[in-house]
Nanobody, 115 residues
């Protein structure tokens, strides 16, 4: 059974930082491209950051220079380090694993940026 379990969400003040983790099980993790998406209230889910099996990364323009995605294939974990957070970063953050037609999602973790 495939499981993607996100952790690390919470409430943070503007300008603060959070570190999200996604622990994967039930998949050959190193063969999957991993991504973080987010969905804010009333908005569509959007890609935040992705990292390929080879370690190449891509970011949404809105988070470039503030967020960093990384993966640890030995621990089956992908991490999103989020710095200089703003209220516009408030959303549920989802972990995604993709390989060809295989596409798996976590249940999400809520990030709230508020003073």
């Amino acid at each position: 059974q495939v499981q993607l379990v996100e952790s690390g969400g919470g409430v943070v003040q503007p300008g603060g930082s959070l570190r999200l983790s996604c622990a994967a099980s039930g998949i050959s993790f190193s063969y999957y491209d991993m991504s973080w998406y987010r969905q804010a209230p009333g908005k569509q889910r959007e890609l935040v950051a992705g990292i390929t099996t080879g370690g190449s990364t891509n970011y949404a323009d809105s988070v470039k220079g503030r967020f960093t995605i990384s993966r640890d294939n030995a621990k089956n974990t992908v991490v999103l380090q989020m710095n200089t957070l703003t209220p516009e970063d408030t959303a549920v953050y989802y972990c995604n694993a993709r390989r060809s037609r295989l596409d798996y999602w976590g249940k999400g973790t809520l990030v709230t940026v508020s003073a």
